[in-house]
């Protein structure tokens, strides 16, 4: 079983700034790619970011330019800086970490953004 503790969401301003930070409960070793995805009620989730074991990635073309994901395998742990924002990104955005096998879900944290 695979935990997360998800951190640094909140109330920010439009054009202000927040990180979130996710940490794994398993080596992420194990895991090949780790990331975030964001959920408004009565919508679809949005995968946001995600980044592999090597380091690739991957983010949402509309955060692309604003939102930064990173990976500290020494801390088994994934961020996701998030600059310039918007109230469009107001949501919860979920850590999950994907093996060959199976994906697993954070909970979540809420991001609230005001204009």
């Known amino acids: 079983q695979v935990q997360f503790v998800e951190s640094g969401g909140g109330l920010v301003q439009a054009g202000g700034s927040l990180r979130l930070s996710c940490v794994v409960s398993v080596s992420t070793f194990y895991i090949s790619t780790l990331g975030w995805y964001r959920q408004v009620p009565g919508k679809e989730r949005e995968l946001v970011a995600s980044?592999?074991?090597?380091?690739?990635?991957n983010s949402a073309a509309s955060v692309k330019d604003r939102f930064t994901i990173s990976r500290d395998n020494a801390k088994n742990t994934v961020y996701l800086q998030m600059n310039s924002l918007k109230p469009e990104d107001s949501a919860v955005y979920s850590c999950?970490?994907?093996?060959?096998?199976?994906?697993?879900w954070g909970q979540g944290t809420q991001v609230t953004v005001s204009s």
């Open positions: 999950f970490a994907a093996t060959i096998a199976n994906t697993y």
């Open positions: 980044i592999t074991r090597a380091g690739t990635t």
